[in-house]
Structures are given as structure tokens and as C-alpha cells.
């Protein structure tokens, strides 16, 4: 049966909704956090206790009220978005988006124009973000990575790594986080470039890891069913010269197999296939990385190509190659390396435009790949739960570490939003629209919102601490930890520029759209569960 | 008089080297005499040497999968292995702190430990193809491949694209005063204060096979020409002309230049009146 809610009644049960995800996660704000306790779906397991504001707004789910539960969706994707894109400031969006939307529900209730709020409330993003721009720092160098690096996860044992794999690495580079199953942090780098996806047959291995040196290179995404499929490229790898072969391919049967193996062992030609890295549509851009950094030309279905017309050119090579039961590895890709480069500069555009979260990492996956080298970094701790408590803080970490790296750090403490108020008024002028000035009001409570929650956490009275910050220089704030006002960068209570923004510009323009919703639809009631007696 | 090939001269302390396909050999009297250092190898067969650099004491020569380590001045030697496949060391540079080594097909190879351990370090090193090296003290590092130019700031550790792309960089140098020059196989000399973008077309050359400093000159080989500049690098003149190719270059900080020609090291001076 199909409900519909109309107002008063949407904005105070969106408000509801709302309040019930932010609150939990306001708690999480600062250095001095208060946790969440969930409790488990198993009999007889402790609670669990978290503190990250995105994964406890994504368990809050299936509120009571469906109105308000609707509510509560709008800041669940709102976080969840930026936890992964940004891999920070989820709190402080919640706290912003709550700020913004509650200050937009008093002016709207008295008769207001949502329409004309939203544009303005936008208008004002823009001005806050073009103000975070100019306070912004950039990070260079290991010492400084470090330093921020330990300021985002409190854990030096891994801060050291990170600050010297971004230090090596850049924005760009391939870092896979592991657990270590020892107390240990340790980390590699690994030279040249690896994917998951290893052997396709095992028995295409005579050691658990094989070697080749020196070998052509196959990139395709067919399935290789019949001996004849493969013989051609074997025939153009031993007419070019080539004594062993590395194949790209769907899957393998059999039958190929045997053939491969019966040349290793009658001929000496040495074959291993390994599976096409990535699936469906990016398969064709990974096919063209590996292009570009082997040479050669990758044969794709779609295109119309087939292996059985393949030529001696048309193989790509590399000085050395590794093949694992999970890995397969290149290094040395004998690619024309103008084309590599063009490559990596299209990925590096690419990057920049993409707008989803995921394709985005996975442009910048591909990117890093071309890059010719990654990292290794082992997460270790005394029990296997501490173990993936911190492996989920070193991903969170390089997530927004990379950001940092790109676009650097800020005063952290709220302080950076609070030091955005004397721009914002500059902006509402004289005479100003009923709607501008609704949103100038709406934004002002905002920009404080974030401090406002730390000192709040942390026990500290809010209001007089603000009114001491503001008397203070740009860069200076509190720090609840120490009691103290200090030169936030040189303390190092910093946020990432680009974390911060897209906190800023998600909450505020999420809130905004969120005030023209006047109108709630439910389609479907909520599944019951039948129970006996 | 040796005539197999001669790769590379480098001078130092008084001294010169020459990398030559029979091996590595020194002379202590301007080029007259020459000894081979590899003698207390006993080697059965000619150890060729591609490229040579020389700090103090410590020599590393380049050789067939890795490169030679001494830290007697070539009294006693120790190989050092690299990855394999053997790689084709075609560049190598030393400072206080840093030893690289360019590879014809695997990039650049880095040693935190003057020579002993060596690591490929080639995270955005694009072209592996390693044509020309060159260090400052401070970490700053720039690799000249087949495809242009590759700065690091992190002692080697990883490589930037500079603006500097698409034409091949076969020679660089620092100048006394920390200004980069660069000499390209079709674009000529161009010089940069900055090392990042200020970029300078020095010369009307356009092949520039080689560069050597001393503290109040550079020079710069263009085939048959031996170029000089007492600026930074700024004007440049033709100081000779010969009828075959300048196959190496050398210049001391005492005065003396070397070049070689058909195989065989003449020495010139610098600036003749």
C-alpha cells in the first residue's frame, strides 16, 4: 500500500531521521571522542565499540519510523559517499549537514522560498570552499607526510610507513594494505607492476612462484577453448626470438593446458596464463594500461580481433615477469614509453574529471599501476580483532593521505570553517535578499558547528572557548588535549584540504537539496516477520 | 696505445679514468700512461666497462649485470650484482650521499650505501631507457632518457615527469652554481636555474653528446665540436673542431680537458689563447 506524507509532518520527520544518524556520529568528533556500542547479532558477543562517524551512521539502519528513516538515508549516503572517496571528515559533514538543514527548516516552516534558500545555501558553499582554498598548506616531504600522516591515525607505528610510502609513492602509487597476522608493521616496495588475478591453472607452475625472463607477452580477453586458439601466438613468440610466454586470457581449458605444458616439456618454451585483471568495462582500458607498458596490442572481443591471425608485432615483452597462484607481476615493460606516458597523462585527466567515487579509484588504480612501482604495507597488533582495526585505519589513512599529498592540509579544530565566517558576511553585503540572509544565518551556524562539537566531546564550555579562538591569529586554536591555545599546523591538529572540501560541499549541498523534499512517498510496507504462536 | 672502444673518461682528484671494452684504466699523468685497474681481478678475459664515476677513494665501474666497487681507489674490488636480467649500465653518479646507476632497459638502479647494496627505485620513471645521470648534494636527482627528461627530490627514490619530454636527453650536468644542463640527441643544450620549468636554448647544436664541469667553466661536445662556456651556461662557443666524432669528455677542476677521438684520449686546454 502506497503512503504519502506531506508537510508539516516531512520536515520534522526528516529532522528526526536526521538527528538520530548525526547525533551518534557527532559523539565521534575530535581527539577526544566519546564510542558507539552496537550490539551484536550473535548470542553471548560483546558489543561493538566504534567511533568512525561513516561505518556507525552505516549501521544505523531500518529506523523504527519509516518517515524518519528516510531522513536517516540522506546522511547514511551522504557519509558513506565520502568515506569512500575521501576516507575522512565524515563527522564533520554529519555535524554541518544537521546544522544546515535545521537552521533551512525554521525559515522554510515560516513560509520561505526552498528554492531560493537552496541556490543561495550553494552560492555560499562555493565561498566557504574558495576560502578553505587560501588557507590551505601544502605537505612535501617525508618529515611533514609523517607528522600528518600521525595526526590522522594516532598510531606512529604505522604513521612512519605512511609518511615514507607517500613520500616515495606520491598521490598516484599502488599500495596494498595486508594483515600481518604478527605484532609487527612492516612494508615493501615492489618494483614494477603487479595484479591480482594469478596462474590459471596451477599446474602451468612448477614452483609455487615462476620467473620469466625476457618473455613475450599476450593481452587478450578471450577464453582460450582449443589448442589452436594459442598455437599462433606461441609460433609469432618463437619467430621473434622469445623462449618463454606470458598469457593474458578469460580462462583457459584443458586442453590448452596440455599443449602448453607438452611444449615446455618437448620444446622448452615456457608458457604461463594468468587471468585478465579487472572485469567488464575496465577491462578494455586495463588491457590498454598493459599495452602501453609491454608494447604489442591487446586482442579484445568486442573489437572483432582473433588470436589465430596474431603476429609476431603484434607481442608485447618485458625484461622479467613473476607469476604466482594470486599475483602476476611485470617488471621492465619494453612499451614505446611516449605512449606509456600518454597514457598516463589521459589516466591522470580522467582521474581528475571523474565524478563517482569508484570509478574514480579505479582509474586511479590503473594510473598507479602505470607508475611502475607500489607498496606492501603488513598491518600487525597482538590479536587478529586489533589487526583488522588497524588495517582499517591505515586504509582510511592512505585514502587521505592521497588527498593530502594533492591538495594538502588545514588548520584542523573547526577552526578553518570558523576563520570562513568573515568572508561569508562580506558575501550577504547590504541589502540582501530574505532568502540570502536566511542562508547567511544557516551557514554561520554551521561554520561553528564542527568546533563546537569537539570542545563539547572533549568537556570544554563551547561558547567561551569560541570567543577566544576568534580573538586569536588565523592559524592559532584550541587544543582540548593540552588545554592550550596553539599554532594548530605545528601541533598538528590538521585536516586534509581535500577531505575537508568535499565534507563541506556534500554537506552543505546535500542539506540544501534536502529542503526542497517536501513530499515523502512510501511504495511498499515494511516486510514482517511471521513468528510462531 | 689502447684502441678498443672507449665509452667514457671522468676526472678526478688529479686523475683519469677511461671505461674502455678492455676494462677500466687510470692514468695519474694527464693521459700519458695508462694502468689497468682490474689487474688484481686476475680476470681471464676483458671485463668490458661502460661508464665510470670516482669520489675520493671510492670507484664504481659499470660492467655486464651490475657495477664494480672499490673503496681503495681500485686496489682491491668487489662486484656488485644487480637484478636480473643482467642489465646494461650506461650511466653512473656519485655525491656525498648518493650512488646511481642508469640501465639501458630497467631504469635506475639507487644505493643508499655508497655502491654496496643497489635497489631498482623506479616509480615514475616512465622510459626505463637510462641514457644520462646526474645528482646535486641536496637529493636532487635528474635521469635523461630516450624519451626526455626525470627529476627526483627524494635522492632517486622516485621520478617526476618534468616539462622536458620527447626528445631523447643524452647528456646532463650541474654547473658550480646549481644550474642544470641538459644536452639533447635533436634539440640542442638548454639550460635551467631552476630545474623545473625556466628552460634555455643555449646552443645552435643540435646533438650535444656530452657535458663536463669545472668550477669556472662547462663544457659540451656537439659530434665534431667542443664547445665552451664561462657564463652558466648561458653563451657557448665552438673552441675546437675536429674531423671525427668526440666519443667522451672529461674536464678537471685543476684545468686540464680531455676528449677522445677514434679510441684514443687527447688532452686539450681549456681555454687557449
Known amino acids: 500500500m502506497t503512503r504519502v506524507v506531506f508537510q ?144 590522522l591515525c594516532s598510531d606512529p607505528a604505522l604513521a612512519q610507513p605512511l609518511g615514507e610510502i607517500f613520500a616515495v609513492l606520491d598521490a598516484y602509487g599502488q599500495i596494498d594494505i595486508r594483515s600481518s597476522y604478527s605484532r609487527e608493521t612492516r612494508w615493501e616496495y615492489i618494483d614494477g607492476t603487479y595484479w591480482t588475478g594469478g596462474a590459471l591453472k596451477a599446474e602451468l607452475l612448477p614452483t609455487p612462484r615462476v620467473e620469466l625472463q625476457n618473455p613475450a607477452v599476450v593481452m587478450t580477453d578471450f577464453a582460450l577453448n582449443e589448442p589452436g586458439d594459442i598455437a599462433p601466438a606461441l609460433e ?117 574529471l571523474a565524478e563517482d567515487p569508484d570509478q574514480r579509484e579505479r582509474l ?13 604495507l603488513w598491518v600487525g597488533g597482538t590479536t587478529e580483532r586489533e589487526i583488522r582495526q588497524r588495517k582499517l585505519l591505515a586504509e582510511n589513512a592512505v585514502e587521505t593521505m592521497r588527498g593530502i599529498v594533492q591538495f594538502g592540509i588545514l588548520p584542523g579544530g573547526g577552526v ?89 560541499q556534500g554537506a552543505i549541498n546535500t542539506a540544501a537539496a534536502a529542503l526542497t523534499i517536501d513530499v515523502l512517498v512510501h511504495t511498499r510496507n515494511p516486510e514482517t516477520v511471521l513468528e510462531p504462536g | 696505445m689502447m684502441s678498443d672502444t672507449l665509452y667514457a673518461l671522468a676526472a678526478a682528484d688529479g686523475q683519469l679514468y677511461a671505461a674502455r671494452e678492455s676494462g677500466l684504466y687510470r692514468s695519474e699523468d694527464r693521459g700519458a700512461h695508462w694502468s689497468a685497474l682490474y689487474e688484481p681481478l686476475g680476470l681471464d678475459t676483458p671485463l668490458p666497462t661502460t661508464c665510470v664515476a670516482v669520489q675520493g677513494a671510492l670507484i664504481l665501474a659499470g660492467v655486464p649485470g651490475g657495477v664494480l666497487h672499490s673503496t681503495d681507489a681500485g686496489a682491491h674490488w668487489q662486484f656488485r650484482r644487480f637484478t636480473t636480467p643482467a642489465p646494461f649500465i650506461t650511466a653512473l653518479t656519485l655525491t656525498d650521499t648518493l650512488a646511481l646507476a642508469g ?74 652554481e646549481g644550474v642544470l644542463l641538459v644536452g639533447t640527441e635533436s634539440a640542442g643544450l638548454w639550460r635551467s636555474r631552476s630545474q623545473v620549468d625556466d628552460w634555455q636554448l643555449s646552443t645552435p647544436q643540435p646533438l650535444i653528446n656530452h657535458i663536463s664541469v669545472t668550477q669556472t667553466a662547462a663544457f659540451a661536445t656537439a659530434e665534431r665540436h667542443l664547445l665552451s662556456s664561462r657564463n652558466q651556461g648561458q653563451t657557448w662557443y665552438v673552441q675546437h673542431g675536429f674531423d671525427t666524432p668526440i666519443t667522451a669528455l672529461a674536464a678537471s677542476s685543476s684545468g686540464p680537458l680531455w676528449i677522445a677521438l677514434n679510441d684514443t684520449v687527447h688532452l686539450l686546454q681549456p681555454f687557449p689563447r
Not at chain 1, 28 to 45: H, I, K, M, N, Q
Not at chain 1, 334 to 349: E, F, I, P, S
Not at chain 2, 137 to 160: H, K, Y
Open chain 1, 416 to 504: 578553518s570553517l570558523l576563520r570562513c565566517q568573515p568572508a561569508l558576511d562580506a558575501w550577504l553585503g547590504s541589502p540582501a535578499d530574505i532568502s540570502q540572509r536566511m542562508a547567511h544565518r544557516a551557514l554561520s551556524d554551521a561554520l561553528s558547528a564542527p568546533a563546537r562539537a569537539i570542545l563539547s566531546n572533549a568537556g570544554c564550555d563551547p561558547s567561551a572557548t569560541l570567543a577566544r579562538i576568534s580573538a586569536e591569529a588565523p592559524d592559532r586554536g584550541y587544543d582540548v588535549l593540552t588545554r592550550q591555545m596553539v599554532n594548530l599546523l605545528d601541533a598538528g591538529i590538521i585536516e586534509s584540504t581535500a577531505a575537508y572540501k568535499a565534507a563541506v
Open chain 2, 103 to 176: 640501465t639501458l632497459e630497467d631504469g635506475v638502479f639507487c644505493s643508499p650505501d655508497g655502491g654496496i647494496t643497489w635497489l631498482p627505485q623506479n616509480y615514475g620513471l616512465l622510459d626505463p631507457c637510462v641514457l644520462a645521470l646526474t645528482a646535486a648534494p641536496e637529493g636532487m636527482a635528474f635521469a635523461g632518457t630516450s624519451s626526455g627528461l626525470f627529476r627526483s627530490s627524494n635522492g632517486g627514490r622516485s621520478w617526476q615527469q618534468t616539462s622536458f619530454q620527447r626528445t631523447p636527453v643524452l647528456s646532463l650536468a650541474f654547473t658550480s
Open chain 1, 8 to 151: 508539516p509532518q516531512t520536515y520534522e520527520a526528516l529532522k528526526r531521521g536526521i538527528h538520530q544518524v548525526v547525533e551518534p556520529v557527532r559523539m565521534t568528533l575530535g581527539p577526544l571522542p566519546r564510542v558507539v556500542a552496537f550490539s551484536s547479532s550473535f548470542d553471548g558477543e560483546a558489543p561493538e565499540l566504534l567511533d568512525k562517524g561513516s561505518v556507525i551512521a552505516r549501521r544505523i539502519t531500518q529506523l523504527g519510523e519509516r518517515d524518519a528513516d528516510m531522513g536517516a538515508m540522506l546522511v547514511r549516503d551522504l557519509l558513506w559517499r565520502l568515506h569512500k572517496s575521501v576516507g575522512d571528515a565524515t563527522a564533520t559533514a554529519a555535524v554541518l549537514f544537521e546544522a544546515v538543514y535545521n537552521a533551512g527548516v525554521h525559515y522554510l516552516a515560516a513560509g520561505g522560498s526552498a528554492m531560493a534558500l537552496r541556490q543561495f545555501l550553494n552560492e555560499g558553499a562555493q565561498l566557504v570552499l574558495a576560502q578553505l582554498d587560501t588557507m590551505s598548506v601544502p605537505v612535501i616531504g617525508e618529515a611533514a607526510l609523517t607528522r600528518a600522516a600521525a595526526a
Open chain 1, 236 to 352: 609469432a613468440a618463437l619467430r621473434a626470438g622469445k623462449r618463454s610466454l606470458l598469457i593474458f586470457a578469460e580462462s583457459i581449458s584443458a586442453s590448452v593446458t596440455a599443449f602448453l605444458l607438452a611444449n615446455r616439456d618437448q620444446a622448452g618454451f615456457q608458457a604461463v596464463a594468468v587471468k585478465t585483471p579487472d572485469q567488464f568495462k575496465d577491462r578494455m582500458g586495463t588491457l590498454n594500461d598493459l599495452a602501453a607498458l609491454v608494447g604489442g596490442r591487446p586482442f579484445i572481443q568486442a573489437t572483432g580481433n582473433s588470436l589465430r591471425r596474431i603476429q609476431s608485432a603484434d607481442l608485447g615483452a618485458a625484461r622479467s615477469v613473476w607469476v604466482d597462484r594470486d599475483y602476476v607481476g611485470i617488471t621492465g615493460g619494453k612499451g614505446d614509453a611516449r605512449l606509456r606516458q600518454d597514457q598516463v597523462t589521459r589516466l591522470r585527466t580522467q582521474v581528475t
Open chain 1, 364 to 376: 586511479r588504480s590503473r594510473l598507479g599501476k602505470l607508475m611502475g612501482g607500489s607498496a606492501v
